[in-house]
Each structure stands twice: as structure tokens, then as C-alpha cells.
């Protein structure tokens, strides 16, 4: 069973949009429904959970109906974005492993003679993917490496090499360390995890207190291991409003 967490229950404050962020338009659709596309399409993925916030699930729903999108679960999004992944990693524990009747399986819905079969993988696996709605460039290989070396790693993150010299410093902005350069990784989505191992992770989280941005981080605190995988540099994260035009640009490199 592959299952993807889809986020987009942020607020998208930085982006200071009145619409917010995953719904503005790149390339005339919106920012959540290429994400969202990527996985739907993707012959591996059985089921999508996407997090919203509960004021946007009526205009989400529209988007999906209008977009064609079928047996997508929707989950009410947290505070935080690691509450919103924890209230999906709960939703899929109570879904089980079983495949609703009344939702088709995404992969079902995919026929494709031409493409690679969908991966044989062992009905005890159970693989999460944790994606960005925001970051709709992430790409059919780049999934594919994903769930393969998670299968391996049991935990992966993707990531890219810091292009940038990177700075620690501390809160009155004294420099206090710089790190070498060819250690530092930026770290970008999907991260990819055995289910059991981040629910645990992520238990663990709650129990201490933690707070983080990614889910690598979790996992870590978890004292598990994590594996980079290497990244491409277009799979940003739409964030602040200088991102769209630049979304834009590599929108059209693809088309
Ligand atoms: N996210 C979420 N639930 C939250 C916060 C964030 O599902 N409580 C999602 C966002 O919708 C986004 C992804 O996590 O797709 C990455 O987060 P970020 O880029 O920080 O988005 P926002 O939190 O919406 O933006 P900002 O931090 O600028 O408010
Ligand atoms: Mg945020």
C-alpha cells in the first residue's frame, strides 16, 4: 500500500495574497491541482489523503470535482503543519489498509500499456509519501526514486545541495558557525517514510513536545536514520510572491 499526504492546509501568510497561495493560478490551473495531478497520475500511488483547512474544504471540493479528480480522502488540517500531517497519519490508521469500495483505487483508474507496470510491492509494505501542495514541479521519476529507496531506507528526503554558503547565527544575527558547504542539503518534498515507523515518530513528537518543519527532522529525533535523495532545483515550493513568476518560467519549460 502507497499512500500520499498531500498538504495544503497552510495559511500561505509569506506569499501576503488575498487568495490563499495553493489556489492562485500557474499556467491557468491552480498550484494544488498540479501537485495534486502528479500523484493522481502516478501508477504507484494508491491513495491520496489531501489536508485542508475546514473554512476551504467546500471550494477544495469544487476544485476536485471540476478538476476530475476521483477518491480522494480529505482530512482537516492543524495548527501547524506537522499537526496537519499527524491528523492524516491518524485518519489513514483508522482507514486501515484496505481500499474503500466506494472509492476507486487511483491506480486502478490508470491503464497504461507504454509505461513502466506499477511496482509489485508486498501487501505487509506500507509506504507514506509527505508532499507540499505548494511544490507542483516534483517529477514521475522523482516519485518513482522516492518509494524505491524507501523500500530500501524505510525513511528518505529529498533534497538538494545548499548552492549558497549557509550561515548559523544566533538571534542578535552574530555569526556563530559556517558550516561546509558540501554537507548542506536543502531539503524539499516528498519525504517518504515506512507508515508505522512515522506514526511512531511522530507519537514520539507529541510525547516530547517537538516542533519542526519537516518530517525527516521527526524521524531523526527519532533516532531512525534518514537517506538524502538527490533532488532537482525545479522542485520548489511556491512561497513568497517573487516565487510565482519564476513557477511560471519552469511551467512553461516543462509544457
Ligand atoms: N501546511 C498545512 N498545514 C499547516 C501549515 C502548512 O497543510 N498548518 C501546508 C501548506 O499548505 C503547504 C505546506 O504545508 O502546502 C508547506 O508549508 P508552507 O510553505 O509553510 O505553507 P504555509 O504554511 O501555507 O505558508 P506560510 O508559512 O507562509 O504561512
Ligand atoms: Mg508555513
Redesign the pocket.
Known sequence: MIDLIL?????????KSST???FLKIDDKPILIHSLEKFYNHKNIDRIIL?V?EDEEKYVRYLLDKYGFEGIYLVH?????Q???FNCLNYIKDLGHNLSHNRPSIKSQIISSDKEPALGINEDIHIVLVH????PFVSESTIDTCIKETLVHKATCLAVPAKDTIKLADKDLNIVDTPDRKYLWCAQTPQTFDFDLLLRAYENAYTNKLSV?DDASIVEAYCHPVKIIKGNYDNI????PEDIGYADYIAQKYK
Open positions: 498538504l495544503a492546509a497552510g495559511s500561505g501568510k509569506r506569499m490563499n497561495k495553493q489536508a483547512k488540517g492543524g495548527k501547524e503543519r499537526d496537519s500531517i507540499d501542495g505548494a511544490r518543519t515550493k511556491i512561497t513568497t
